[in-house]
């Protein structure tokens, strides 16, 4: 097929420039008549100029009709608007035509005033025809495109009417084109100058455009603006309407009619018959194409042997050859179903061996299907004398040229199997759903019972609180042992909210209920005010804190209530692995795009094979390397949560014995006014009971 489509574009690209204009006796007689006519018209001016003028004008007239009839009756089969464009664009050239022509020297029929009237509807003629081809060219460039006739042919009528009415009563819009006293004018002369022009641009255009085209129009298009430019040169230099310039002009003008018949109207005519023509002579020849592949793909499977036997081989069903009910031939699969170890052992087998509960029944009903492929499950027993359930298919064929039978065999074991698996993934499907509904019960229950054990704490940690004020009061030594107990009563309330806010935390993020406060702060202001608050009670522990920064202020959105509560977790882990003499360092660096905040510590470090689990819920490091301090695995998990919901990441470097750093990096972005007008703003009221929940795992 590609072959034969290639040889017909061939032709038809191959075509020469004579070729083009003369295609058979046809074209050469309409050459003929056509030369005959300027002779005629020649000799005609030499008589009567007038004569000459209105005829070269019917001309033109007769040319743009004829557009608008092929246009109309070529318009169901257009891929575009472009003829039909055309063809209503050339009916009101028609028309601005014969009111030139018959306002035109001793042919005046119009009864007026107007010395130039002629000529101005000569220049709006010419004009509209510019503006016609320039709008009509841009449907080469886009194929498919269909416009509303009905409102093109509206906007030049309303157009056209207002032109004329403007040349023969108003004579406001249009300059003065010619005078008795001088002749044209310079109006004229440069309105000429710039139609010349626009036609010049119109045959770039379809130059451009000329892949678009069928070959033969896109010559005669050329050719047709060629003449059009030339004539509309030859119309700036005459000085009297009856010189050589002037005869020039419109000698060319009809020889740009002529050519624009040949392009469009012959074209539109003759041209979809040919490629009808040509599409046929391709669709036979694919069909062609078509059937000799076939016919060679056959010679190939019949003919090749190996190919033959490669293509059964690979079947994925069993295929058995029957002459006399023995096995004279089996591919690998058959081999299989049939508990064969090789091929050899099941040729010259009876199928009665196969066959048991007398079969014999259902296979002569298979046998005697009319060519046509039945399946029939069965069960048989194999070589190895295991019971095989089966679906069979059999059909008289043609085998090395004596009468065989041919059988497909398909193993119903594999689709047993999958059938098993199917139930099987439907089962877990059904224990995940209740594996679900087990876990959000669980996450509910969390829930509940972290806001209910919060009640209690409360009132204990406010009794607590009370006691300890009246042991300050009394310094006896009985109320100042009862003071150390009510202060370890106090850290371990503190650490039962820690555990609950934890707890309710990881419930909510789990459901999806854990939602951000955003605000737009200043990150760099809530990491210095969080460290600085911590930086007694550190150095009472005899650790030192370093507050830095590379930037003095950066405005962000977030949740300032989870920003403290992981940086006070961070420095609580920090606290917890550091010795006295240690130091412990918070960075904020700042990246354009998103901020950097460093935790790091000079403590015990972390090994190697737990960093990858620290994050994890229940996470822990050995108990070794804790020491006194106590945790429950949750915070760095917790931490992770919050930190991601932001939209960031934790990372955390680490070697034992030199330290940790965790390594917190969050987006830079800014939320609206309207968004921050329902933000609540950050509150550190409550930042000293915060440190004492965060720090309860610390003990003295």
Known sequence: MKTTESSVRSDIGSTDLKTLFVKDSTDIFQHFLFIMILIGLVMLRNVNYYVFHSLAETFSCFIAMGILIVSIHTNRISKNSFFMFLGIGYVFILIMDLFHTYSYGDLMMLSNDVYDM???????????????????????????????????????????????????????????MRTPEDGITNAKIYAEYIIAFGFFICCLIVFLARKNMDRSLFVMIEAALVCKVISELFFTLYGDVTDIYNMLGHIFKVGSYYFTYMGIIVNGLERPFEMININLNMADAAVIEKEKQKKCMEDIIMHNDQCYEWIIENSGNGIVILRDNKIIYANITAAKILGASSLTDILGIDQKEFLKNNYEDDIIKVYDFNNEFGFKEIEITNLKNECV???????????????ARLVILKDLGLKNEIELLKNDLIENEEQLLKSNEHNKIITEFFSNISHELKTPINVILSAVQLLMIKCVDDSS????????????????????????????????????????????????????????????????????????????????AVD????????????SNAVKFTNNGDDIFVFVIDEEETVKISVKDTGVGIPEDKLKVIFDRFGQVEKTLIRNKEGTGIGLSLVKNLVEIHGGSISVNSKVGEGSEFIVELPVTLIDEKEEDMCSPYCSSGKVDNILVEFSDIYQ
């Open 560 to 571: 300032c209530d989870k920003i403290e509560r992981i940086i006070l977790n961070l420095l």
């Open 477 to 556: 030594d009985y109320n100042e042992k009862s003071a150390k107990l009510l202060n370890v009563i106090k850290q371990n309330g503190y650490r039962l909210i820690r555990l609950v806010n934890n707890l309710l935390d990881m419930s909510k993020f789990d459901s999806g209920f854990l939602k951000l406060n955003l605000c737009n702060e200043n990150i760099v202001s809530i990491v210095e005010d969080i460290t600085l608050s911590v930086a007694d009670y550190i150095k009472s522990k005899g650790v030192s804190i370093i507050f830095d920064t590379d930037v003095e202020e950066l405005l962000m």
């Open 118 to 176: 002629d000529t101005k509807f000569w220049i709006v003629s010419r004009g509209i025809e510019l503006v016609t081809l320039l709008i009509s060219f841009v449907f080469l460039f886009k194929k498919d495109v269909r416009t509303n006739n009905y409102v093109i042919f509206i906007v030049y009528f309303v157009f056209a009417g207002f032109i004329i009415y403007d040349i023969v009563y108003l004579q406001l819009f249009i300059p003065v």
């Open 389 to 403: 359930d089966i679906e069979f298919s059999s059909e008289n064929i043609s085998y090395r040229g004596k009468p």
